[in-house]
């Protein structure tokens, strides 16, 4: 038995879902949590697109949730590998830049580059199993690139106190980020769903 196999069977096993289910439930309440400060001070109106990172594991959560029980959910499996993919590389790419500017970074911030990055990671791990066609894809592309909008035409990004000065790159990188995640999420799902199938 070959290890991709036997990654395989480890993904789909209902213990190890289960297991990853609660990992990603407790993480998206310490993300909210994480942003409260940030929240308080947040318009009503721009409230939904700020906390980015929980946002993203709330989706792959709630895919979680229904693939324990063998069933899809396309359009949020579409939400959940684009924005993971795309939050998990950024918050590792802004917590490094930190770690450059400053010369030195607290342990939460190590952390966070951990955990993002894992983050980004899972996400693509279950691309063979998302049911994703490309009206789900244009949904999760309408969303990300709107956020996009809102985080650096609105300034509601999140706030990395010493990042600031560097809003306009930092937009750009992101803009850039959306549309690579996306042309990820086209060619692991949408391309290869039609000729590959895989069995729990």
Same mark, same amino acid.
Not at 2 to 6: G, Q
Not at 62 to 67: A, E, M, P, V
Not at 180 to 188: G, K, N, R, T, V
């Given at each position: 038995m /070959?290890?991709?196999?036997?990654l395989r069977q480890l993904l789909v096993s209902r213990e190890f879902l289960i297991l990853l289910f609660l990992i990603n439930l407790a993480g998206t309440? #310490?993300? %909210?949590?994480? %942003?409260?400060?940030q929240l308080v001070i947040t318009p009503a109106k721009f409230l939904i697109f700020v906390p980015d990172s929980p946002t993203a594991s709330l989706f792959f959560?709630?895919? &979680? +949730? =229904? =693939?324990?029980?063998r069933k899809n959910v396309p359009y949020i499996e579409a939400l959940a590998i684009v924005t &993971? =993919?795309?939050y998990g590389v950024w918050a590792v790419v802004m917590n490094i830049l930190t770690l450059i500017i400053n010369g030195s970074l607290s342990p939460t911030g %190590? *952390?966070?580059i951990a955990s993002h990055g894992a983050m980004a990671i899972q996400g693509l791990l279950y691309a063979p199993y998302y049911k994703i066609k *490309?009206?789900? &894809?244009?949904? @999760?592309?309408?969303?990300? +690139?709107? /956020? $996009?909008?809102? $985080? #650096?035409v609105f300034e509601m990004m999140p706030i990395y106190s010493t990042l600031t000065t560097y809003m306009n790159e930092i937009g750009y =990188?992101?803009?850039w980020l959306s549309i690579?995640? &996306? @042309?990820? @999420? %086209?060619? +692991?799902t949408v391309k290869r769903n039609s000729t590959i199938h895989y069995n729990f």
């Open positions: /070959n290890v991709i196999h036997r309440i #310490y993300g %909210y949590i994480w %942003y409260e400060w959560t709630i895919f &979680l +949730l =229904f =693939f324990i029980f &993971l =993919f795309k %190590y *952390m966070l *490309m009206r789900h &894809l244009v949904v @999760a592309g309408i969303w990300t +690139l709107h /956020n $996009d909008v809102i $985080d #650096y =990188f992101t803009f690579l995640s &996306l @042309a990820i @999420a %086209y060619f +692991l």
